[in-house]
């Protein structure tokens, strides 16, 4: 997938969505946007297919990670103490080493399928969930997107070894796939938890240079972090 830079406006721009527009509209909107630019219809355009899941995959993301700070504001009320977690742990969940006041240090088990800006309660006390990157993962949503570098061959099709929450599998990937840039792999996100369904994983196909053999120098950091916890499963 091409590098851009896309903000909300231009990807609400992209989806023909405004800012009023919910869940279901976003999700009639990118439907529309797949349809009317797959590679494979007459008339469909790769560059702009891409540029349709890169605007869905940015306005999914919960608000809060969209909502910038006031130009000025009267003095903020102290915000709630964050939990950095991985992806993994996201999906996952398992024990943490949480740092309280007074250096005091507390075991915390995380359940599987937390979100940003979920709270995970410490001693009574709130911490406000944020999941930063790992490995080339990052969270959107309820979904993950991972970015692997394919060798110049990988363009006539082919087979990658992957690990997933699921556990490790092979997938195909063939020319349209790489036409359009990325692969969805359904349910294959994070798990269900409360009111939020299970996500999907995005896996971004980027072909690197000639005689570089990307796909396993990319993946396998993201093997490593995936298969002691799907083994686990």
Known sequence: M???????????AVLGVSAADGPEALRAAFR?????????????????????????????????????????????APSAPQLAITPTQAAFGGE??????????????LPAGLRQGDTVRVDGAPLVVRVGRE????????DLWLTAEMPPSA???????????AGPREVWIDRRDMARGVLRLSGHGLPARGPHGTGDLFIQL????????????????????WAPQASAL
């Open 32 to 76: 529309r946007g797949v349809m009317a630019n797959h590679p494979d219809r007459a008339g469909g355009d790769a560059a702009r297919m891409r540029e349709v899941i890169e605007a869905y995959g940015l306005l999914k993301a919960p608000p809060a990670e969209h909502r910038a700070a006031p130009a000025s504001a009267p003095v903020a």
């Open 155 to 165: 363009a006539r099709g082919g087979r990658i070894a992957l690990s997933t929450p």
């Open 135 to 142: 490995a080339g993962m990052m969270l959107r949503g309820d």
């Open 2 to 12: 091409a590098t851009t830079t896309m903000d909300l406006r231009r990807a609400r």
């Open 206 to 225: 980027r072909v690197a240079e000639p005689g570089v053999s990307g796909v396993r120098v990319r993946l396998r950091a993201f093997q490593a972090a």
């Open 96 to 109: 943490v080493l949480v740092t309280l006041a007074g250096d005091r240090q507390v075991k915390v088990a």
